[in-house]
């Protein structure tokens, strides 16, 4: 665990660090120990019939949002790794922007458990997420 | 419900009709009433650092195959969405290609229940998801 | 939906008149719309080896806190019952009483989604939960 | 782990060794590596209104088949406590005898994921589980 925990700009730098994220053009809005809030931007492109925002964003978004949280408490060069994610799909969300919001609950040395909510503009709570991730060793 | 299965041809159809699905290349290895097996081929582009399959690939193909079984008991026409998944990551899947069979364990006019496995070629059972999905009605 | 939420008094004597909860002594220790918080004293009769805490009571006392929660918002009359609950058993919690509160995220007519969290006087957070509940039509 | 698997019989005598589980007269049925059959009783004592089987006695009963279905593997030396469950009540049982068989899907040294099935002797499946189980280090 390193000393300071990392800033808005650092996390947004490992976003920037990760070409498979960059279709989703995620950003970091908000961070604090054990939180993480990431933008989702509504696009076109990723869209589902009907302007529906789709599912893998949300839960690809949660994912993230975990991960930097866990930054904000570990630093920066662990590798942690999702080992179980449950999403609720609560509303639709339409053509809107999202915020989600992600908490560890739990902090251990091998495992985080935590929980992500993505909100939508207009929308309200969207999904509800739980998610463990495990620690991998060198 | 409609009388008749849907074969592999209109699975595949199914999918080739859903441009979002495109990048993935999925297609349909094997159905039969309530269950569906998808063939993920391995991709470079889609790839993690060290060759690694991810996490959303694996849960995209669980949720259409699962989207699939359900046609093979309610036709093509009815629209079913996700309302509940979990996924359990088992091991890491690396460069290869994976099958991922969903199957309907408690079937409804208004909620569907089942669980999809991801087999590796080389590395076995990968991940395991359960899902809920709801009939959305017109 | 009746007009006024239930009392502390009223959902208490919702537990008395549930005979099969009466081993576990749960009462109500304070609730508002959509929250409820269950106290659950620990007893030498439900313990495990060990003086350890039986994950079947923290469930019991997620699954009921929920239960009174969904009447804050609906009254006592309709009939809910679980549809899906989810634990992460977080820390083993010995020899103390619990404090369990459930929040419904997302109310709706005929489904209520929400969380629980089993916190011990000395342990924290023993325990988290997601739970679905169903409304039974009559 | 140990070089033979426990028979039926010693599976039977970690249940009678185990006081907390005695009111539900759990008793295994069948085993096999990595797999238990535990049968549950229907008992008036623990009924719900309306002659329904409880939900906390399938979740009881998923969460010993499984522990049991561990013990397959490793023996019954080692202490093994569930880390995660997940619950699906697909249909209310009533007033039937139950059998529940776990399956480890996933197993390892720390953690093992597997799955298991209540049955009712006419409902069919009545709930499906998911479950996590960690090894206590000494």
Chains 1, 2, 3, 4 share one sequence.
Do not use: Q
């Amino acid at each position: 665990m390193n000393s300071t925990a990392p800033s808005i700009e650092a996390l947004n730098g490992v976003l920037a660090d990760t070409p498979f994220l960059n279709p989703y053009a995620f950003s970091v809005k908000a961070c604090a120990p054990g939180e993480c809030t990431v933008h989702v931007p509504f696009m076109d492109s990723l869209e589902r019939p009907g302007g529906r925002v789709s599912g893998m964003i949300l839960m690809g978004a949660a994912d993230v949002a975990m991960w930097l949280a866990i930054m904000t408490l570990r630093g920066t060069a662990e590798r942690w790794v999702t080992s179980d994610m449950k999403t609720a799909f609560l509303r639709g969300a339409r053509e809107e922007d999202i915020l989600c919001t992600a908490r560890v609950l739990k902090p251990g040395k091998r495992s985080m458990y935590g929980t992500a909510e993505c909100h939508g503009g207009t929308s309200g709570l969207v999904s509800h997420h739980v998610l463990t991730y495990a620690k991998v060793e060198a």
